[in-house]
Nanobody
């Protein structure tokens, strides 16, 4: 059974930093495209970042480029999202997601949340001005 467990959320002031972690069990991060999504109250869930199984491909949505970094430690089976220079607009529930091993299309060609197979419960990030 696949489980994704997020941690690291919290409340910070604008300009602050947080590091989100997503511990995976039941799948190997080295075999899966993984991503971070967020959903603010009253808004649709949006993709924030994704990383290919080998880590060579990464994608960040324009709103977070230059501030967020996605990475993973395959030895620890853990996905990370380093968030710097946080803004109030970053306030949302953040979710970790993963795709099944070996599915097509590859990580570089997907964008929709429906293309992910496994989801965590989320961790709340609140940024105050």
């Amino acid at each position: 059974q696949v489980q994704l467990v997020e941690s690291g959320g919290g409340s910070v002031q604008a300009g602050g930093s947080l590091r989100l972690s997503c511990a995976a069990s039941g799948l190997t991060s080295s075999g899966s495209c993984m991503g971070w999504f967020r959903q603010a109250p009253g808004k649709e869930r949006e993709g924030v970042a994704r990383i290919s199984r080998d880590g060579r491909y990464t994608y960040l949505v324009d709103a977070v480029k230059g501030r967020f970094t996605i990475s993973k430690d395959n030895a620890k089976n853990t996905l990370y999202l380093q968030m710097n220079s946080l803004k109030p607009d970053d306030t949302a529930m953040y979710y970790c997601a993963a795709r099944r091993v070996g599915v097509w299309p590859p990580c570089s060609q997907i964008s929709r949340d429906s293309e992910y197979d496994y989801w965590g419960q989320g961790t709340q990030v609140t940024v105050s001005s």
